[in-house]
Nanobody
């Protein structure tokens, strides 16, 4: 059974930092690119960051903003998103998603290319 489970969300204060986790099971973690998305009430799902192995077996990353840093621990089959300088507008449900590695991080904001999604973890930032 393929499963992605996010954790680490909660109520945090503006200006702080937070690290979210995405634990994977049921598939070979390193064969997929993993991205983070978020969705705030009334808004479309927004891509944040991507990590994927490249053809030469290095890892490439992409982020839409310097406040977001993506990383992974392949031995633990866990991917992380660190958010720095939290702002109230960061309040959203945060999701991790996986797609085949051949995409690398090209077009990582295309929701339709992702095969698997987690259930999301709520992040609420107080002002």
């Amino acid at each position: 059974e393929v499963q992605l489970v996010e954790s680490g969300g909660g109520l945090v204060q503006a200006g702080g930092s937070l690290r979210l986790s995405c634990a994977a099971s049921g598939f070979t973690f390193d064969d997929y690119g993993i991205s983070w998305f978020r969705q705030a009430p009334g808004k479309e799902r927004e891509v944040l960051s991507c990590i994927s192995r490249t053809d030469d077996n290095t890892y490439g990353t992409r982020s839409v903003n310097g406040r977001f840093t993506i990383s992974s621990d392949n031995a633990e089959k866990t991917m992380y998103l660190e958010i720095d300088g939290l702002k109230p507008e960061d309040t959203a449900v945060y999701y991790c998603a996986a797609r085949p590695r051949f995409y690398h991080c090209s077009g990582y904001g295309s929701v339709s290319t992702y095969n698997y999604w987690g259930q999301g973890t709520q992040v609420t930032v107080s002002s």
